[in-house]
């Protein structure tokens, strides 16, 4: 419990810090949270392929509808009332019932078909927001809607207002920053907070169990398609959340967002920062975004780079840049389990004294 | 249609699915390009040429690369595909800008037959049947010969054909590269009809897919029916509804994953965990 | 028949046009130790497979407790109470022996899926009380807290069946338990059936005769994928048709050399 304090405190403190370092290295103002709103959907994606052991190639196609569904709230649903939680919720929802439709059909399925067809619905939806003109202005996209302001009970925040401002020196001004980047951290901290508690919790121990060694899961008594569809969903969610947020705050979206490439940079990401970490789809979204606004700028083959990096981390590093830190960690964790000796007495159970390693 | 089904025989019968089947098939088509169209060489020359690149490249790739992933589990191998897939569609924009190009085609093979009932481009028609030939030739050589048996053998069980003396190592190698070649032969081939761009590879490679699900994994005529149904559907949507003629082939493909998951033609045990 | 606890009629399976199961009309009464035997490629795993629900049934029926089970999906199975051990121990290798067996008490106490998003594990007290108690039936308590994969061959397969324990079963399914065993795990492993037979109802594969005649209540003999014979040990040492079947009938005694070669 205070170890998970602890983290949580130190993830704040990095998010208060973050967008401070980033101007310290060029980046600009807002790209701090564009980069926290697709971590979330790093984080999510993350779940489905770190904890389930599911790669979805299709992660798109809910990052996409999300987008759209809560633009249109706003612009075409409730013109007349139109509200931020329920641009939110509605995308949050609907995109659930797509993942849910779409996992059954497919959690079944070996790895390699997974992929490709989590791919082929992407593709599937990419042509139907496409195709669907009227409502979603096809290779248009849509445009320069303006969020409404957050509200918050008594009151309600327009999360396009900057903070105070304050001369920072070589941190720039706190007037760089926005609301919206401070309510994009408290969403992503959450996050962290709701996946790191699936993951230490009973479901997550059955995953983990189940991504060990399926075989041996179904004959100890546990559905892994379940398990997988829950996983698959949950991780639609966080898309759909995600895309949703990106919708929001950049005002408009596009069929872009359902693209092929979208869904791979996903994989991309958290492959790079660390798939079997909570932090890892973080740093990989923060490190690729980066370099991206930087790097393009100077030369054409940015994306040759990224391919040729992401090969190199796949073959040399699985782990992802974070990889050895938490290995070591797991095997410090291993060490101190093994340096406890004493059997428990034989009449008296021990109770078990913390999570499984 | 034609090219879906080539791809789809690779797929299905060989049921090695990688992300770089698509690449391979881009390579193909580039390579058959430069050959055409810089270097002034009739297509022929062409159409030996790219598979032979093609296959050439995915044996380098085979021997530097994926060996160290045979016996890693399948997501760590669709992993490394896919990064070889960005890598080589990025070095060929990178190479050949991300404009489409098209092929000039012989002057004896453009034009129109008259096929009676219908005009149709002769170089359709030729590449229809050229592919016809290639699928029959290749389920020859699976079928008939010593080594296609142990290919087919490999597919089912690796040890085993290991424990038996088979050398399955080059087997998996020449499959590859052969699966490598088909791919880079359809690519050169089929170009002068689709035009090229960097990104044939992925846009080719999901519908090839969607007909393998459709068709049956794992099954040769499955793949061989699936195109013909994946084909005759999308040409009647372009007449009746063009707006969901792209949709219409995924829609197809849920309808069989909730119906019949392994396929109109496929074994059923193939694909479950 | 109706007394069975687990039973087949006619269970046959076919891999396309080979036949491994065919016509099995088999029955086992609760407490029993039956063990299944047969040369090579008789089909006694694919039986096994189609009892614990890992291979699909081509036709013929299953009834356990006189319900039929034939298409009930392998978690399900367990989850009734039907458990099966590995021919080749299959277990979390990086996990630790403790943790392995928690697992599977587990999945006996949540059921086959729980949304349990928000608890831990430890909550369920029984959980730890379970794996404990079976590790402690195969004598693993030591190793506890080792991680898996480093296990030796015969401790991997105790923690298998420990493992299978840890469900509850009523019928555990050990498939070649022994098998590459040394001579003292062997011994262990003889006792240890002893003592689950009389908790449960259990069915082994095995190819070591003198355990197999020693521990067996009865035994039934596969052979091309068909029952030949069933009967008590005495019975079927006497077979004339089991011992041609064996290749030279080296039925009673130490296991044949010709199975521990041709595997």
Redesign the interface.
């Known amino acids: 419990m205070m170890r998970d304090l602890r983290f949580y405190l130190l993830v704040a403190l990095g998010l208060v810090a973050f967008p401070f370092a980033l101007h310290l290295i060029k980046g600009y103002p807002g790209l701090a949270t564009q980069i926290l709103i697709v971590g979330i959907a790093a984080v999510g994606f993350n779940l489905l392929?770190g904890y389930a052991?599911l790669?979805s190639?299709g992660q798109a196609m809910f990052y996409g509808v999300g987008s759209y569904v809560s633009l249109l709230t706003v612009s075409r649903f409730f013109p007349a009332h139109p509200n931020f939680w329920l641009a939110l919720i509605l995308a949050v929802a609907l995109v659930t019932v797509m993942a849910s439709l779409i996992g059954a059909?497919?959690v079944?399925?070996?790895?390699?078909?997974f992929?490709?067809?989590t791919?082929?619905?992407a593709?599937?939806f990419f042509?139907?927001v496409?195709?669907w003109r009227d409502l979603t202005h096809g290779d248009d996209g849509l445009q320069g809607i303006t969020a409404p302001p957050l509200p918050l009970g008594f009151t309600s925040i327009d999360l396009t207002t900057a903070l105070p401002a304050a001369n920072l020196g070589p941190l720039g001004n706190l007037a760089d920053i926005h609301y919206w980047y401070v309510f994009a951290a408290i969403v992503l901290l959450l996050v962290l907070v709701f996946v790191r508690t699936l993951t230490t919790s009973q479901f997550g121990e059955v995953l983990r169990a189940i991504r060990e060694n399926?075989e041996r899961s179904t004959f100890v008594g546990f559905d892994?398609a379940r398990y997988k569809l829950a996983a698959f969903v949950i991780a639609g969610a966080l898309t759909g959340l995600s895309g949703a947020l990106k919708g929001l705050y950049e005002t408009s979206t596009s069929v872009e967002t359902l693209n092929?490439e979208t869904s791979?940079s996903f994989?991309i990401y958290t492959?790079l920062g660390g798939v079997h970490t909570l932090l890892g789809p973080l740093v990989g979204t923060g490190l690729v975004m980066y370099l991206q606004n930087v790097i393009s700028g100077v030369t054409?083959?940015w994306?040759?780079i990224?391919?040729?990096v992401?090969?190199a981390i796949?073959?040399f590093l699985?782990g992802g840049l974070l990889g050895p830190l938490r290995d070591r960690s797991a095997a410090r964790r291993r060490l101190a389990a093994t340096v406890r000796t004493a059997p428990p007495s034989p009449t008296a159970p021990t109770a078990s004294t913390g999570g499984a390693p | 249609m034609a090219i879906a089904i080539g791809l789809t025989i690779v797929f299905g019968m060989l049921r090695l699915?990688?992300f770089a089947h698509g690449a391979f098939y881009a390579i193909g088509a580039y390579v058959g390009l430069v050959i055409v169209k810089q270097l002034g060489l009739p297509l022929p020359v062409g159409l030996i040429v790219a598979p032979l690149a093609v296959a050439a490249f995915a044996v380098l790739l085979d021997r530097v690369?994926l060996v160290?992933f045979y016996d890693k589990?399948?997501?760590?191998?669709?992993?490394?595909t896919?990064?070889?897939a960005?890598?080589v569609?990025?070095?060929l924009?990178?190479i050949f800008g991300g404009t489409t190009q098209t092929y000039p085609l012989p002057a004896a093979l453009s034009g129109s037959l008259n096929l009676g009932f219908t005009t149709y481009p002769t170089y359709r028609i030729v590449f229809a049947a050229g592919i016809v030939l290639l699928v029959v030739a290749v389920w020859l050589f699976i079928q008939r010969t010593d080594f296609g048996l142990v290919v087919r053998a490999g597919i089912r069980d690796r040890t085993m054909v290991q424990l038996l003396g088979g050398n399955v190592r080059l087997a998996s190698t020449v499959i590859f590269a052969l699966g490598a070649g088909l791919a880079g032969l359809v690519g050169a081939g089929a170009s002068p009809i689709y035009s090229v761009d960097p990104n044939t590879g992925?846009s080719f490679?999901?519908p090839s897919?969607?007909v393998v699900?459709i068709g049956g994994?794992g099954s040769f005529w499955g793949a061989v029916l699936g195109g013909l149904l994946v084909g005759e559907l999308q040409s009647v949507t372009t007449i009746v509804q063009p707006?969901?003629s792209?949709?219409i082939i995924?829609?197809a493909?849920?309808l069989v994953?909730?119906v019949r998951?392994s396929g109109l033609l496929g074994e059923s045990?193939v694909?479950?965990? | 028949m109706s007394d069975a606890l687990l039973a087949t009629r006619g269970l046959t399976k076919r891999f396309g046009h080979f036949a491994a199961n065919s016509d099995i009309d088999f029955s086992v009464r609760a407490g029993e130790l039956r063990a299944v035997i047969g040369p090579n490629g008789a089909g006694k795993t694919t039986f096994f497979n189609m009892l614990a629900g890992a291979t699909?049934v081509t036709s013929g029926e299953i009834v356990f407790k006189g319900t039929p089970i034939t298409t009930l999906a392998g978690p399900r199975r367990v989850a009734r109470g039907i458990a099966k051990a590995f021919q080749t121990a299959n277990i979390y290798p990086d996990e630790t022996v403790l943790q392995n067996c928690r697992l599977a008490a587990l999945a006996k106490l949540q059921g086959t899926f729980a949304p349990t998003f928000f608890r831990r594990s430890t909550r369920l007290g029984a959980v730890d009380e379970r794996a404990h108690a079976a590790l402690s039936d195969v004598d693993l308590s030591d190793a506890a807290d080792a991680r898996a994969g480093d296990l030796s061959h015969g401790d991997k397969k105790r923690l298998d069946i420990a493992i299978a324990l840890a469900t509850g079963p009523e019928v555990l399914l050990l498939d070649e338990p022994v098998a590459g065993m040394s001579i003292e795990e062997v011994q262990k492993t003889d006792r240890l059936i002893r003592v689950l037979a009389q908790r449960m109802t259990v069915l082994i594969i095995e190819h070591d005769m003198d355990l197999i005649m020693g521990i067996s209540d009865s035994i039934t003999v596969l052979h091309q994928g068909r029952i030949l014979a069933q009967g008590t040990p005495a019975e079927i040492r006497a077979d004339q048709r089991v011992q041609d079947a064996y290749l030279g009938g080296h039925v009673e005694g130490s296991a044949s050399g010709d199975e521990e070669g041709a595997r």
Not at chain 1, 108 to 113: D, T, V
Request: hydrophobic share 60%.
């Open positions: 392929l052991g790669l190639y059909l497919t079944r399925l070996y790895g390699i078909y992929a490709l067809l791919l082929a619905f593709q599937m042509f139907i496409f195709q399926e892994p092929i791979g994989v492959v054409d083959s994306r040759l990224e391919g040729l992401f090969v796949v073959i699985p | 699915v990688n690369v160290r589990d399948p997501t760590a191998q669709i992993l490394v896919f990064g070889i960005l890598v569609e990025e070095t924009r990178l992925f490679l999901v897919f969607v699900v994994l707006a969901a792209d949709v995924y829609v493909m849920a994953l909730l998951p045990e694909i479950r965990g | 699909l």
